[in-house]
T-cell receptor, first 109, second 116 residues
Framework: GQNIDQPTEMTATEGAIVQINCTYQ??????LFWYQQHAGEAPTFLSY??LDGLEEKGRFSSFLSRSKGYSYLLLKELQMKDSASYLC??????????WGAGTKLIIKP | DTAVSQTPKYLVTQMGNDKSIKCEQN?????MYWYKQDSKKFLKIMFS???????INETVPNRFSPKSPDKAHLNLHINSLELGDSAVYFC???????????????FGDGTRLSIL
C-alpha cells in the first residue's frame, strides 16, 4: 500500500526554527509537495521537490532524499502566523497525488 | 480575481436530501479535483477530471457524482445525504495532468457540509 507519515502535532517558539519531517512509501515517485493550511482555510502551495537536495524559498526550505523516502520542511524565524497545518503529498508513478494527514504546528510566544 | 471559487461556503441540510456544490476556476487549468476533508483534517481525493478522463477514488460511494459542463467547471452532486457525509469539501485545479501533474494544485475555500 501507499503510505505517508508525518507527526500529528508539533510546538515551537516564535523566532525559532522547526523541522517537519515526512516519510513516504509509494508506488513510484514523481515529486513531493508541501502545502500549508490555516485553520478553516484552503491548502496553499509551498514547495515542490523532485531531485535530492535542499530548495530554499525565503524563510521556508524543503529537503528531499529519494533513496531514504524522506523529506522535511524547515521553517526559520518562526512567526505567529506560521501556526497552521503542513501537508506533505507525493506524486506516485501514476501521477496521482497521495496526501499525508498533515502536521499541526503550534507557535508559542 | 478569485482563482478557484466554490459555492456555497456553508451547506446545512437534512439526511436523505440531494445537494450540489459548484466549482469554477478561471486559471485556464486542464484538471480539476474534489477532495473531502473530515474532522481529523485528512485530505482525501474523491475525483480528478480533465477533458480526457475521470478518475474516481473507488472508496467514494456512488451517491457522489461529478458533473463537468465545461473545462472551467466541476460540480459535485450528492444523493441521499448521510450523517457521515458531514465534512469540508474542497475543489482544486491544476495545469495539465499526467506528466504535467507536478504543477501545484490551487484550492477553493471549501464548502462546509453539515448533515442534520
Amino acid at each position: 500500500g501507499q503510505n505517508i507519515d508525518q507527526p500529528t502535532e508539533m510546538t515551537a517558539t516564535e523566532g525559532a526554527i522547526v523541522q517537519i519531517n515526512c516519510t513516504y512509501q509509494t508506488s513510484g515517485f514523481n515529486g513531493l509537495f508541501w502545502y500549508q493550511q490555516h485553520a478553516g482555510e484552503a491548502p496553499t502551495f509551498l514547495s515542490y521537490n523532485v531531485l535530492d537536495g535542499l530548495e530554499e524559498k525565503g524563510r521556508f526550505s524543503s529537503f528531499l532524499s529519494r533513496s531514504k523516502g524522506y523529506s522535511y520542511l524547515l521553517l526559520k524565524e518562526l512567526q505567529m502566523k506560521d501556526s497552521a497545518s503542513y501537508l506533505c503529498a507525493v506524486l506516485d508513478s501514476n501521477y496521482q497525488l497521495i496526501w499525508g494527514a498533515g502536521t499541526k504546528l503550534i507557535i508559542k510566544p | 480575481d478569485t482563482a478557484v471559487s466554490q459555492t456555497p461556503k456553508y451547506l446545512v441540510t437534512q439526511m436523505g436530501n440531494d445537494k450540489s456544490i459548484k466549482c469554477e476556476q478561471n486559471l485556464g487549468h486542464d484538471t480539476m479535483y474534489w477532495y473531502k476533508q473530515d474532522s481529523k483534517k485528512f485530505l482525501k481525493i474523491m475525483f480528478s477530471y480533465n477533458n480526457k478522463e475521470l478518475i474516481i477514488n473507488e472508496t467514494v460511494p456512488n451517491r457522489f457524482s461529478p458533473k463537468s459542463p465545461d473545462k472551467a467547471h466541476l460540480n459535485l452532486h450528492i444523493n441521499s445525504l448521510e450523517l457521515g457525509d458531514s465534512a469540508v469539501y474542497f475543489c482544486a485545479s491544476s495545469l495539465g495532468g499526467g506528466e504535467i501533474s507536478n504543477q501545484p494544485q490551487h484550492f477553493g475555500d471549501g464548502t462546509r457540509l453539515s448533515i442534520l
